[in-house]
């Protein structure tokens, strides 16, 4: 069972660099979700989606774009990549919203970030 | 804003010990209250609360929720060094599309042989 695909898994990236940070998950869950989960601290909302097409902010969204144009993947984009961003970047799906009963959210392994 | 509050940060035990971990939330319009298991990768689900007073149990885990209060607790018995993990506390909260999930810091639990 794949459940939810992140790469790449370590990434080394130079201020002012960009890149996506790749999701797929084969589950044929409607939501998606980024997290950012930086040492010492909980795991924040960077970006969800409720389903293709569909796409809006969480809690922390400035630095990054998301696109989800099919079911199965949902890409995070970096743009301007800033020392800030190092973080451990957490891939995550639910059949429907999010701690509902019965909708567990299944993370993928994470993508550790170092921007210098 | 919406706060969850884990306690202790970070807990060394040694096998066959008992540990209370901590989560306090304030949360509005709050659901539920969700625990996770995160060893060095992704967090693993680990029971969702809802009612208040009622235990969930899975072998020598087990959780509780008082929304009186507003605090739950993660025991885990008899502890063995598989254990050792960052337990993570989420609250979550209706009132939006997607369902808000607020996350606390986490009690990073060593357990030693």
């Known amino acids: 069972n794949a459940g939810v695909t992140q790469t790449p898994k370590f990434r080394i990236l130079k201020i002012g660099q960009s890149m996506t940070l790749q999701c797929t998950q084969d589950m044929n869950h409607n939501y998606m979700y980024w997290y950012r989960q930086d040492p010492g601290m909980g795991l924040k909302l960077i970006y969800y989606?409720?389903?293709?097409?569909?796409?809006d902010k969480g809690e922390v969204p400035n630095g990054y774009n998301v696109s989800r144009s099919t079911t199965e993947d949902f890409p995070l984009r970096l743009e301007l990549a800033a020392p800030s961003q190092t973080s451990v970047y957490f891939c995550?799906?639910?059949?429907?919203?999010?701690?509902?009963?019965?909708?567990?959210?299944?993370f993928g392994e994470g993508s550790w970030l170092t921007v210098v | 804003e919406d706060k969850v509050v884990q306690s202790p940060l970070s807990l060394v035990v040694h096998e066959g010990d008992t540990v209370t971990l901590n989560c306090s939330y304030e949360v509005t319009n709050f659901r539920s209250l969700l625990w996770y298991k995160q060893e060095k990768k992704a967090p693993t689900f680990l029971f969702m609360l809802?009612?208040?007073?009622i235990e969930k149990k899975s072998g020598r885990l087990s959780s509780i929720l008082d929304k009186k209060e507003l605090f739950s607790i993660l025991n885990i018995t008899a502890t063995q060094t598989g254990d050792s993990a960052v337990y993570l506390c989420?609250?979550?909260?209706?009132?939006?599309?997607?369902?808000?999930?607020?996350f606390g810091q986490g009690t990073i639990l060593t357990v030693h042989p």
């Open positions: 989420a609250s979550f909260a209706g009132g939006t599309s997607y369902g808000k999930l607020t």
């Open positions: 809802t009612s208040s007073g």
């Open positions: 989606s409720v389903g293709a097409g569909i796409t």
């Open positions: 995550a799906s639910s059949y429907g919203p999010t701690g509902a009963t019965g909708n567990t959210i299944y």
